[in-house]
């Protein structure tokens, strides 16, 4: 007998499976973006199942962004995006980075070749309206020096906007989670003498990169911006488990 027909067969909680018909209804029935789900009742009675049930499966379905829930309405059917798809895996995420040093490191990775990749997009394809929209998020990171929180923020939304100049409408949620992700591991690099001026310097030569469409430029901005926090993060590491020891 081979071992995948040895294994059991896992039982399922009620509620996903109130959820799988749930969404079979959603498709079959067509509903749209705003249309109303049935009451809490009608459910209960549609699939026989208790209230508790019910309403485990709206909660998931929210969690997921694929409804929304109002207090004393309906639940609707809600516009899918990819932020409600990585803010509802952030938790998990953060589980995994802390628990697996591999994890960690082949994110830094990712994170390397998509940001680089992504420059050179945006340096191709930046236009006039782009590059002043970016010179105005550096400003704006350049005022946060005061608030090392927002700083970190801004830190964040100067990468979005370069996602955002690529024109593809994966980029900007995907840059936002994976820089949130990582942010538990990297914020307080910004706390140590000097790194906040450094990311500034460097930042400010990858938005002229950009506005020169020297994506070649552009892209090796990029990739010693990130390299040089990935080495900053290890020596920081390093020391702290040093002392620790």
Excluded: C
């Excluded at 109130?18 to 249309?35: C, F, H, I, K, Y």
């Excluded at 706390?191 to 090796?220: C, K, V």
């Amino acid at each position: 007998m081979s071992q995948t027909a040895a294994e059991p067969i896992q039982r399922r909680k009620l509620y996903q499976e109130v959820m799988d018909r749930l969404l079979d209804m959603m498709r079959d029935e067509g509903l749209a973006v705003g249309d109303q789900l049935p009451s809490e009742r009608d459910l209960m009675e549609r699939y026989g199942v208790g209230r508790p049930a019910v309403r485990e499966a709206l909660q998931n379905m929210a969690q997921l962004g694929l409804i929304s829930i109002a207090h004393g309405e309906r639940a609707r059917v809600a516009k899918p995006s990819f932020a409600n798809l990585y803010e509802s895996i952030a938790l998990t995420t953060s589980g995994i980075l802390r628990n697996s040093p591999e994890s960690l490191r082949d994110l830094k990775e990712a994170r390397l070749l998509f940001e680089v990749q992504m420059v050179r997009l945006a340096a191709q394809r930046a236009t006039p309206e782009d590059v002043a929209r970016l010179r105005r998020r550096l400003e704006d990171h350049h005022a946060s020096l005061a608030d090392l929180g927002q700083f970190f923020r801004h830190d964040m939304l100067f990468h979005r906007e370069i996602a955002v100049i690529t024109g593809n409408s994966i980029f900007p949620d995907l840059s936002q989670a994976v820089i949130g992700w990582l942010g538990e591991f990297y914020s307080q690099l910004v706390r140590l003498p000097g790194t906040e001026q450094l990311t500034l310097s460097e930042h400010g030569q990858i938005l002229e990169a950009i506005a020169a469409a020297d994506a070649d430029a552009a892209e090796r901005a990029m990739r010693d911006h990130i390299l040089r926090a990935n080495k900053l993060y290890a020596q920081h590491q390093g020391q702290g488990a040093a002392t620790a020891g």
